[in-house]
């Protein structure tokens, strides 16, 4: 039995080695290092059907058992997205997270706390997508992938007040199948209700009511504006029509009560958000969120939907349950959404959170905090090597939970590709 140790250094090959043989003294194995004969060894070890060292040995099948829990298939497809290398065997992650007989969906969430790589991770699998013909969309609160948006040939748009305009009723105006109207006018419903801290009973069926008044009106495309000028002329200084009106005046109104220009025809798309004030990103995010959900569906062709920091938005029981919506039905559309998150207990402290986190079939798990990984033991049912993993995993290595496979690997991308990353990054 042959076994061949690969290693980027000197150093590292003899931790390797050293390590192999004290895994062998503790299942009573011996183990000869053919000195003056690593050619022979080597191409003896490689699938040619060759036998140039001629060590023979008779051994019973129940002896040969005991090698059997250090075999760990690799995740290598003939296509798909790269991954990175299998830190236990050295090989390849190759697959499609787009394949229906062996995912239930393409949905990914990277969980790792700051520092871990997670972003880079995000931005790799985007970036091998792009290798791949698929499409990306990208929200950015920290304008991380601005440089590799461009560099690809994308849009990247700063959203900022006065800046582009996204018509917020756009959801409503362009419906795609039957069962879509009353989700998206709920959706608008929740999107004011953002904007104006909530919404009791009788102000949702007000706004609601004159939603639906100003959907109907076909003389003109009509915006969020229209919406607050109706509810003023109906009820003067309300507290929805008092808030409401910073919304679709000014720079804001600019932002959210305009037609909408932006152009989702290139092959990725971009939003910088990091411009927006801290009271300005829920409400974009999910109008965002929305509208792209919107186009999506219009034009079906395979697409990741990036969020990034999406932890922060989870506290806003609209967006989850928006989300939660979009997980479940993007598929359909031939869309992934890859969810990217440094604080994984934020989660798990809602049900929709729990529901939303455990949604993907596709984790990469990075470094977390015993407390976090903790929680992620109990939700993905991972074992105590693998929460140890998680413990004291450095920067750039994942837990890979693809399916039933379980994967320790370092995301290291073809040089052309770390560029990009790097650069967009201003590091």
Excluded at 75 to 102: I, Q, S
Excluded at 168 to 187: G, H, K, N, R, Y
Excluded at 311 to 329: C, D, K, M, Q, V
Aim: charged fraction near 20%; include cysteine; aromatic fraction near 8%.
């Amino acid at each position: 039995f042959y076994i061949t140790v690969g290693a980027a250094s000197l150093a590292e090959l003899r931790i390797q080695a050293e390590a192999l043989r004290s895994s062998c003294r503790r299942m009573m194995l011996q183990t000869v290092q053919p000195y003056f004969e690593m050619r022979q060894g080597l191409l003896s070890s490689w699938p040619l059907g060759t036998d140039l060292l001629g060590r023979e040995h008779i051994l019973h099948s129940s002896a040969l058992t005991t090698m059997l829990p250090w075999l760990q298939e690799d995740l290598a497809d003939a296509d798909g997205h790269y991954w990175g290398y299998n830190k236990e065997t050295g090989g390849l992650c190759v697959f499609d997270p787009f394949d229906a007989e062996r995912f239930s969906n393409a949905n990914i969430a990277v969980l790792a706390h700051s520092g871990a790589g997670k972003s880079y991770a995000a931005a790799s699998v985007v970036l091998s997508g792009h290798t791949r013909g698929i499409g990306a969309i990208v929200l950015d609160p920290e304008a991380e992938y601005g440089g590799m948006v461009r560099a690809l040939g994308g849009t990247y748009l700063h959203l900022a007040a006065g800046s582009h305009a996204i018509n917020a009723l756009d959801p409503l105006l362009f419906t795609v199948d039957s069962e879509e109207p009353t989700d998206q006018l709920s959706d608008v419903l929740d999107l004011i209700g953002l904007m104006c801290g909530r919404l009791d009973e009788v102000e949702r069926a007000h706004v609601e009511s004159i939603t639906r008044s100003v959907i109907s009106n076909t003389e003109h495309t009509p915006v969020l504006g229209d919406i607050w000028r109706q509810l003023e002329s109906a009820q003067p200084g309300s507290r929805v029509s008092t808030i409401l009106r910073r919304w679709v005046t000014g720079d804001l109104g600019r932002l959210f009560s305009a037609p909408t220009n932006v152009d989702l025809g290139a092959p990725i798309v971009g939003f910088n958000l990091r411009d927006l004030s801290e009271e300005l990103v829920p409400p974009a995010c999910l109008l965002l969120a929305n509208w792209l959900w919107t186009a999506l569906r219009r034009d079906r062709r395979p697409r990741h939907l990036l969020i990034d920091e999406v932890g922060l938005l989870l506290e806003h029981e609209p967006i989850r349950r928006f989300l939660i919506r979009l997980a479940r039905r993007i598929r359909k559309y031939g869309g992934s959404l890859i969810l990217v998150s440094q604080n994984p207990g934020d989660f798990f402290e809602t049900k929709d959170g729990a529901v939303l986190v455990t949604n993907p079939s596709i984790l990469l798990l990075g470094s977390q905090k015993h407390s976090e990984a903790s929680k992620l033991q109990k939700a993905f049912n991972l074992t105590e090597r693998q929460v140890n993993y998680l413990e004291t995993a450095e920067r750039g290595d994942f837990l890979l939970v693809a399916g039933p496979n379980r994967v320790p690997v370092h995301v290291m991308v073809p040089p052309w590709m770390d560029e990009l990353i790097v650069a967009s990054r201003g590091h």
